[in-house]
């Protein structure tokens, strides 16, 4: 029997009877307005922000709103149980959070907070190379949680084997190599701003702790933070990287491997090809490339190509149990969440954070008991109509 995600529904209505009401609105859709009223344009600016004018941000939510859940009735929905096998770990729903870096933007607990909120709900946690806090740090945070390390794949191999070595001597037990931010994209509202955060220093921590990318300094950060900030820029990724480079990481990390950014079925198949375990199936919440696919639009194709061979996991405007319900339907295992943690982090702390996935969840656990099913396994195809795009 999993977890009866379902219930906060009745502890809400239950406080309610003593004239309380959620701290944070339960449509998940609130909350970026909410949090640009509370902590002003600048930070939520960075994070609400996607590439070029918009469209792709939009196109992920346009994609997932074309498909309509055909609900079905007299089916045994009274025992549920969301839980899913990921990469060989049983979750107690398909949900992660996911890499976001710079969380400091939102609130001084930053990471801390969200791999708290993440770890107190069951669902692991995918931290960003970019955070403000050193990996170490999160680890301890999560006791023993389930974490997962995004990579930014840097430039230097040492400091690339230093990361994958803290990382598995910290307890991440995943390695998420995202590929398709080998330079960041035109993005005019932080363009508009002049203001990109790691020039700032915010998002550098797991670097200027490094021994390995410490010893590509002249002087010690904190004596010429600015050329950290110019080494950090020029380490940061590696745009001529190719598919053969993906042995250094089979030979450097001994888990899974998922490989974030994948929105073409070659691709997937090339991964598949080179011994990886897993896909993330994203445009990166239409931060990269303007004009793109719908990340939704591209799963089916991907669940198809690779299903049966790799985990195949999505994210990239997710907003609401439906939202998440639609993707499994499409050929999902799991996905995951970026903005609306955020948003949840920077209004109210930890408590933020769970609360936007104890609503995810328990609106995904009342979607499938509304719709017929009694966990993620029995979702397919057929309980979706597409409307024409
Ligand atoms: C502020 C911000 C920072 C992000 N930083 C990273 C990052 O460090 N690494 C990464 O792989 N993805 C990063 N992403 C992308 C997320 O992992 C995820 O793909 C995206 O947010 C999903 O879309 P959603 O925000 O619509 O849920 C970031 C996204 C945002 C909004
Ligand atoms: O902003 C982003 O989307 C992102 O991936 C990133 C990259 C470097 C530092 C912080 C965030």
């Known amino acids: 029997m999993g977890k009866h995600w379902a219930d906060f529904q009745y502890e809400i209505y239950l406080h309610g009877m003593t004239g309380a009401v959620p701290r944070l609105p339960t449509d998940l859709t609130r909350l970026e307005e909410l949090t640009e009223q509370r902590l002003g344009p600048g930070p939520v600016g960075y994070v609400a922000g996607g590439a070029g004018d918009g469209s792709t941000a939009r196109a992920n939510r346009a994609a997932l ?62 931290l960003s190379s970019a955070s403000s806090t050193p990996m170490e740090q999160v680890a301890e945070a999560m006791g023993d949680a389930e974490r997962w390390f995004q990579l930014y794949w840097p430039k230097d191999p ?86 053969p480079d993906l042995a250094f990481l089979r030979e450097h990390w001994d888990g899974p491997i998922v490989l974030k950014g994948i929105l073409h079925p070659d691709d997937a198949r090339a991964a598949a090809d080179a011994g990886m375990d897993g896909v993330v199936v994203s445009n990166h919440g239409g931060r990269q490339v303007a004009g793109s696919v719908g990340a939704a639009d591209a799963l089916p194709g991907i669940a198809r190509a690779v299903g049966d061979r790799l985990a195949v996991l999505f994210d990239s405007g997710v907003r609401t149990g439906d939202d998440i319900f639609k993707a499994l339907a499409l050929g999902a ?35 499938l008991a509304l719709s017929g099913h009694r966990g993620p396994g029995s979702v397919g195809p057929a309980d979706l109509v597409t409307e024409p795009g």
């Open 333 to 367: 295992r799991a996905v995951l969440i970026g903005r609306p943690y955020a948003y949840g982090l920077g209004l109210d702390g930890q408590a933020g954070v769970e609360h936007v996935i104890r609503c995810l969840l328990a609106e995904l656990d009342l979607t």
């Open 65 to 126: 709103a074309r498909h309509r859940i055909v609900p079905r009735v007299l089916r045994d929905v009274h025992e549920r149980d969301l839980s899913v096998e990921v990469l060989g770990r049983a979750l107690p729903a398909p949900l992660a959070l996911a890499p976001v870096g710079v969380l400091s933007l939102m609130h001084p607990d930053a990471e801390g907070a969200a791999a708290r909120a993440a770890a107190a709900q069951g669902v692991p946690f995918v």
């Open 158 to 243: 040492e400091v690339a084997r230093s990361f994958l070595g803290r990382a598995k001597a910290a307890g991440f037990t995943a390695l998420v190599v995202t590929l398709d931010t080998p330079m960041l994209a035109w993005r005019p509202r932080d363009l508009d701003q002049a203001y990109l955060p790691f020039l700032h220093g915010v998002g550098t921590a797991n670097y200027f702790t490094d021994p390995a990318f410490r010893a590509g300094l002249a002087k010690p950060v904190h004596e010429d933070p600015n050329a950290a900030v110019m080494h950090f820029v020029g380490m940061f990724s590696d745009p001529a990287k190719t598919w």
